[in-house]
């Protein structure tokens, strides 16, 4: 990793900026590099555009359109992306997922994003896809929180854990997909490939 993309994780966990955790990164940088077919991609949760940017410099042909809905996280990612040169590379769009309209069919659908809205994105975004297309979610896990609300006292964080582990059970069991649940894997990671 770059010192300038060293600096962008640094930076965004000392701010409480949620990008992946560093273990779930290097699973979803190892998939992308196995899987050579994967070239364009989507993003729903750009944040800084760290995970974006990382996932661009694997291959020089990749396309990502990345979408986030804080206009200020938004501004930042734009300028790290240029940064990095791969404006021409990586699209950030200012909009909630569910608004994004597109006719583009993509390879990878990375989510990581309002975890109560997995299961509209996935929906949203199926029509984007073909069969061996590939959904990546994203803190399905949640610290633990979601197989154990022991770990948590909040009411909101207690709600929000009973629609994580909706949706993730739901993807189990959602025969239009081929799905493997990686629990101890970031921070509980999930790939649905469309059958």
Known sequence: MNEQLQKIHDQARQKDVPIMLDGGMEFLLAYIREHENIRDILEIGTAVGYSSIRMALLRWDMQIDTLEINPDMARQAVENIARHGLSD???VHLMDGAQFETDR???LVFVDAAKSQYRRYMEHFLPNTMKGSV???DNLAFHGIVDNEALSTNRST???MHKIRKFREHLLEDE???TIYYPDIGD???VAKVK
Request: charge should be neutral.
């Open 188 to 190: 509980g990671i999930a």
């Open 89 to 91: 590379r990586i699209h």
């Open 158 to 160: 207690i709600q929000m």
């Open 135 to 137: 959904f990546i979610f």
């Open 176 to 178: 239009r997909f081929d």
């Open 105 to 107: 069919i993509y390879d």
